[in-house]
């Protein structure tokens, strides 16, 4: 299958049609994982993180696939196990092709990503739920107090405060390249 009829069916919402197609390049990814010291379990999951984060791409609009599927997986098939090794010296940073910078970026910004989502699970299911009225839900102060029963606005305000800056010093504590 060519890569225009797989991002056909990533356009019209038919994801497990083109993951299959994508699964067609495992053995190659899987080939370049072993090459450099991993193991079959390594491989799949160096291809599940990239494959999340092509999926991811291809939901921004700004998104522009510059290279064939077979391409971009590897590219940042290779970043991911060498992110997953720490192994990125100052000269192969500077080797980069365009294109492997712009990739390399993709997996420093869904690592930055994964980082945040877990700094927001660490914190207690009360700052979950407060911050996702104000963020996700777009509920004002005055209806978040009433409904997680603070006794003022400005005490929800102080809250949500509080909670953004526990997941803050998490997310800073925790992310490190």
Same mark, same amino acid.
């Given at each position: 299958?060519?890569?225009? *009829?797989?991002?056909?069916?990533?356009?019209?919402?038919?994801?497990?049609?083109?993951?299959?197609?994508?699964?067609?390049?495992? !053995?190659?990814?899987?080939?370049?994982?072993?090459?450099?010291?991993?193991? !079959?379990?390594?491989?799949?999951?160096?291809?599940? +993180?990239?494959?999340? %984060?092509?999926?991811?791409? =291809?939901?921004?609009?700004?998104?522009? =696939?510059?290279?064939?599927?077979?391409?971009?997986?590897?590219?940042?098939?290779?970043?991911?196990?060498?992110?997953?090794?720490?192994?990125?010296?100052?000269? +192969? =940073?500077?080797?980069?092709?365009?294109?492997?910078?712009? #990739?390399?970026?993709?997996?420093?910004?869904?690592?930055?990503?994964?980082?945040?989502? #877990?700094?927001?699970?660490?914190?207690?299911?009360?700052?979950?739920?407060?911050?996702?009225?104000?963020? =996700?839900?777009? %509920?004002?102060?005055?209806? %978040?107090?009433?409904?997680?029963?603070?006794?003022?606005?400005?005490?929800?305000? #102080?809250?949500?405060?509080?909670?953004? *800056? *526990?997941?803050?010093?998490?997310?800073?504590?925790?992310?490190?390249?």
């Amino acid at each position: 299958m060519n890569d225009k *009829k797989i991002l056909e069916f990533f356009k019209t919402e038919q994801r497990e049609k083109a993951f299959k197609a994508l699964y067609r390049l495992y !053995p190659r990814i899987e080939k370049l994982v072993l090459s450099k010291g991993g193991k !079959p379990s390594d491989a799949q999951d160096v291809f599940q +993180e990239a494959l999340i %984060i092509l999926n991811r791409n =291809l939901e921004k609009s700004d998104f522009k =696939l510059t290279a064939s599927f077979y391409t971009y997986l590897y590219s940042v098939s290779r970043f991911v196990w060498k992110d997953m090794q720490n192994k990125f010296s100052t000269q +192969e =940073l500077h080797d980069l092709k365009d294109d492997e910078v712009s #990739n390399f970026h993709h997996v420093l910004e869904e690592k930055k990503y994964r980082f945040a989502e #877990n700094a927001f699970l660490e914190l207690g299911e009360r700052c979950q739920k407060l911050l996702q009225l104000f963020y =996700l839900k777009r %509920i004002p102060f005055k209806e %978040i107090a009433v409904t997680m029963q603070f006794k003022s606005e400005k005490i929800a305000k #102080n809250q949500k405060y509080k909670c953004l *800056k *526990k997941a803050k010093d998490i997310f800073h504590k925790n992310y490190q390249f």
